[in-house]
């Protein structure tokens, strides 16, 4: 385990945590310096740690704990729209409605890259970007959902390990239970949202395309709202947003976005 100090390198905080580096980058490897002392004595107190860390992959999004955010970081939605400047992230309370459209909740990707295929489900393939043969594509799920807070309306894509928080089901379950012609309501589940509040971090990006400028929303974090200021949620967990408490009071502590 090598002491490596960089410098000036570029940092990407766009899901989790990614460092490049630039043209001006700087590279030094077991750095004399106090700090590099420091660390290493930490790392020889916590092999085992670190191990189960890469071992478990518990440095992966999915993996890590989400702590809320304290009461005043939480911004109202009108406050959103009303600003000139865009606002890349941003925490809001708010009820939320999953849009009826005529498309599924999901689309079929390669597991590999995760890009969309044109490919059925449980069929063999090989993936025309990375080249690797997979035995079937993976249903990821994408849907877009209205937010409310009593001030404004904000749409915004819901997907993936947030998407299923929020359905309390997968992409390859929804698909099962449309081959079983098992009941799927997403209106019963719309209903039971009305009921409930979530705590939810979007992130604002903006894209232009034949000279129209497309703000896209996205919830990065869904979180129930709780009457525990202890209370953290993982992505991993097995609870559905059927099981969420309504009422949120305390302030509760934050990881800064």
Avoid at 88 to 116: M, N, Q
């Amino acid at each position: 385990m090598p002491i490596i100090l960089g410098m000036r390198l570029s940092v990407n905080t766009f899901y989790g945590l990614s460092i490049g580096t630039m043209p001006n980058s700087t590279i030094l490897f077991e750095s004399p310096i106090p700090q590099a002392k420091q660390l290493m004595i930490w790392i020889n107190n916590n092999k085992e740690y670190i191990e189960s860390v890469v071992t478990e992959k518990l440095y992966e999004k999915a993996k890590q704990a989400i702590a809320p955010p304290l009461s005043f970081q939480i911004r109202k939605i009108s406050q959103i729209l009303s600003l000139i400047e865009m606002v890349k992230s941003f925490w809001i309370r708010a009820t939320l409605k999953i849009i009826d459209s005529e498309h599924r909740l999901y689309f079929v990707a390669f597991p590999g890259c995760s890009r969309a295929s044109g490919r059925a489900y449980k069929y063999e393939f090989t993936c025309f970007y990375c080249n690797n043969d997979f035995p079937s594509p993976k249903p990821l799920l994408l849907f877009q959902a209205d937010l409310y807070d009593g001030t404004g309306n904000l749409r915004a894509f819901v997907e993936h390990n947030e998407a299923k928080i929020l359905l309390g089901m997968s992409g390859e379950e929804i698909i099962e239970a449309e081959q079983h012609e098992r009941e799927f309501s997403l209106d019963s589940i719309n209903e039971q949202f009305k009921k409930l509040q979530f705590l939810l971090q979007i992130r604002t990006s903006k894209n232009e395309l034949r000279g129209r400028v497309f703000v896209r929303h996205t919830i990065i974090a869904c979180l129930p709202t709780s009457d525990s200021s202890s209370t953290s949620h993982s992505s991993e967990e097995k609870s559905t947003s059927l099981h969420m408490h309504k009422d949120h009071e305390a302030d509760i502590a934050m990881i800064e976005s």
